[in-house]
């Protein structure tokens, strides 16, 4: 409800957006504002008239009415950039609870200022003769220094500051004193940093197969007509979905648009960014985690100012301020990584189709395995879906065996490579190829447990158990608690206790032991922690430096390695066995990304997934490259529990420092809403995770089909929040 005051925010551009102020909301105006609306205000000692964003209203004020100032005006053509994104964050706010300032941080992560780059040039004022003479007169009077400069001037009109400060040894208080002169004069230019630091700017003429034809035809058709579109691209592993990105892209530019392509994963960023610099040059820039405050804040500003055209990123580059936004693309659409796991959290995909609504931007998802979710959207008639279904190469999917690894231990085998996966491997050093082996773990990753009475050493902070890394320390992964590698069991004291070895730095010992002189190449969580550690290992592995690159999820996502003609999947089932009601659908597309890293050039691919559980559909499916075959399994499965898309679903998260508290909080505000009859409450119960770094969480889930109701149901939640001022931390998550 609208009330008698308003919390308006202003400045948004500045970094600190966690200040507002109050303002009294005049009855000429409560039925034209709105939660997100651009008004007039007077600030200041001097009423000076600024632009503010309203985040709240409420009836009471915690100062004198007699000292607030009234909203002078209400803004009503909102066509900036900074008016869509504070539209956007009263969106996500709607959505995804927490406050509007939080959104607002989340929409505008990127506005920290940094100092441009000054670039610095001396040019020659006086005429050769003149610059000559002086020379002549700088040698007699033995002033070293400045006849080196004028030397380098009678060549050349103009010399970079920094050439003459750094390689001629010129100072800049000689540089100074031919200024004042007369002779030189300095120019002074200002740029922005990029962080794109490739050469190659040429690529052949894109060639398209009929499949790919009808996607881009079907949008420059309505490109022309000024019609936006929504599609959804399930295209095969290796079919070509960059190209038809590319195309997409093309026609946007051409049209006078600016585009967004999101990539799910870091590692995905310096391939991806090569296929399009090679198209697009300069235009083209990359937003992500591992740039500098500066080097994010110039990119912003090049995007702002129309410097560049294409912004390649993670889901924090849909904030990108382009003034002419026209296409926004999604690849591999179906990655988790998709999803904030911060409030407000948000899912990229939502957010972006509602930002395509305020931009007039088309949207375009593309994955060899689309999510349920989307997919269900296509089917529902919400994207256009097209479907690719052939390699762009020609060449046929790999083969797939699935390893049963009960029969393998029957068959006394008791390696983590299958018979066939050896086989394999061994085949491909023989042959000059290379293969990729998966493992859905991180470092060491084993975890110790006693063979005598189950004990598994957990963290004291957290409940998980601690993983081994080669250094025989355990570590906790979320909190980073460490503690060295105990001898006896703490429990019970027996000497039987040991590790479950299932990492990569241990796939990478076995290979080397089986296959001396074997190269390797390990990508995990582990070895790209530094700046460009994720081009240095990819690159190593496309020039054939390596036989074996060996690595966790970031090695199966959209990679495109010609000579790969082997993968292996390790542990292939563990996701299975997830508390999540996902776990088959990230299974199956895990295990189908994964295999598609093979034979993705002209030699033909052959995969292994090494399963406990081969009569799994997910595996079956999964072996068959049969996604529609996975869906009317899956969403039968959703439909009869009632789980998304078949149904709606809010989890609310209750976490703090003392476990009853927590608990008593949830079961407070589980029964806020669990009597309405209309939709059904889960829990509270502990989370998967009952405690990280000492902090207790607790859950309860509600599920409908109608949106409208969990939303309704959120606020009368947050209502209840509002009047116990709790001082756990309450986290919404709209699935």
């Known amino acids: 409800m609208k009330g008698k005051y308003a919390d308006i925010i202003v400045d948004i551009a500045h970094e600190k957006l966690d200040r507002t102020f109050s303002y009294i909301v005049p009855e000429s105006f409560k039925d034209s504002v709105d939660i997100g609306s651009a008004v007039m205000i007077p600030f200041g000692r001097g009423d000076r008239l600024i632009k503010g964003y309203i985040v709240s209203f409420s009836d009471t004020s915690d100062y004198d009415e007699s000292r607030l100032k009234c909203i002078n005006d209400v803004i009503d053509e909102n066509n900036g950039i900074d008016d869509r994104m504070v539209k956007l964050a009263a969106y996500m706010r709607a959505r995804y609870g927490g406050t509007l300032i939080q959104s607002l941080k989340t929409v505008l992560p990127m506005r920290k200022k940094a100092a441009q780059i000054e670039h610095r040039t001396v040019i020659r004022t006086a005429d050769t003769e003149s610059i000559t003479a002086e020379y002549g007169e700088c040698i007699r009077k033995h002033r070293t220094a400045q006849a080196r400069l004028l030397n380098e001037l009678r060549e050349a009109e103009s010399l970079p500051y920094e050439l003459l400060t750094g390689k001629l040894g010129v100072s800049a208080q000689t540089i100074k004193a031919l200024e004042a002169r007369g002779l030189i004069r300095i120019e002074r230019s200002l740029s922005y940093r990029n962080p794109v630091k490739l050469k190659d700017g040429s690529a052949g003429e894109l060639l398209l197969s009929k499949e790919q034809l009808n996607i881009t035809d079907s949008y420059k058709e309505a490109l022309d007509k000024g019609e936006s579109v929504r599609y959804l691209i399930h295209g095969i592993t290796g079919s070509g979905k960059t190209n038809v990105y590319i195309k997409l892209i093309d026609d946007a530019l051409k049209a006078g648009g600016q585009a967004i392509v999101l990539i799910p994963e870091i590692a995905l960023t310096y391939q991806t960014l090569k296929r399009f610099y090679s198209h697009f040059g300069e235009r083209v820039s990359v937003l992500n985690s591992t740039l500098s405050p500066a080097e994010k804040y110039d990119q912003c500003k090049r995007a702002e100012n129309g410097e560049i055209d294409i912004m390649i990123g993670p889901r924090s580059a849909l904030f990108t301020p382009f003034k002419k936004l026209k296409l926004i693309i999604i690849d591999e659409e179906h990655e988790n990584s998709y999803k904030s796991e911060m409030t407000p959290k948000y899912h990229a995909r939502d957010v972006a189709i509602r930002l395509s609504e305020l931009s007039g931007a088309s949207i375009v998802l593309g994955s060899a395995t689309p999510s349920v979710d989307a997919y269900y959207k296509a089917k529902a008639g919400e994207f256009t879906l097209f479907t690719l279904k052939e390699r762009h190469t020609g060449q046929t999917l790999p083969d797939v065996w699935v390893a049963d690894m009960r029969d393998e231990l029957m068959a006394g085998n008791k390696s983590m490579f299958s018979r066939r996966l050896s086989a394999l491997i061994e085949d491909r050093l023989s042959k000059g190829e290379q293969s990729m082996l998966f493992l859905n773990r991180r470092g060491y990753a084993g975890f110790i447990s006693c063979r005598e009475c189950g004990e598994v050493i957990k963290c004291i902070h957290c409940d998980v158990s601690l993983s081994l890394h080669k ?46 002189g074997i190269r390797t190449l390990r990508m995990d969580g582990d070895t790209t922690k530094k700046k460009d550690s994720y081009e240095n290992i990819l690159s190593a592995f496309a020039n054939n430096e390596a036989d074996v690159l060996i690595g966790t999820q970031m090695i199966v996502k959209g990679h495109d390695f010609p000579n790969v003609t082997c993968v292996g999947v390790i542990a292939a089932d563990m996701s299975l066995n997830a508390q999540e009601y996902t776990a088959g659908e990230r299974t199956f597309e895990l295990l189908v990304q994964a295999v598609g890293r093979a034979g993705r050039g002209d030699k033909k691919g052959e995969a292994v997934i090494q399963t406990y559980q081969p009569e799994h559909y997910a595996v079956l499916c999964a072996q068959n490259q049969d996604y529609e075959g996975f869906y009317e399994e899956e969403i039968a499965f959703r439909e009869i529990c009632g789980y998304p898309p078949a149904a709606h679903m809010l989890s609310v998260m209750i976490m703090g420092k003392y476990e009853e508290s927590v608990k008593s909080l949830a079961e407070t505000l589980a029964l806020v809403v669990k009597c309405d009859k209309d939709f059904k409450v889960v829990g509270p119960a502990p989370a998967a995770i009952g405690k990280i770094n000492d902090v207790y969480r607790y859950v309860f889930y509600m599920k409908d089909e109608s949106e409208r109701k969990l939303l309704s149901a959120r606020e009368r939640i947050e209502d209840e929040i509002k009047k116990l001022s709790p001082t756990e931390q309450i986290q919404f998550d709209f699935i």
């Open 471 to 516: 250094n025989g320390i355990l570590v906790c992964h979320y909190c980073g608690y460490e503690i060295p590698r105990p001898r006896l069991c703490p429990k019970c004291n027996s000497k039987y206790i040991g590790e479950f070895k299932a990492g990569t730095e241990q796939v990478e010992e076995k290979l080397k032991m089986l296959y001396p």
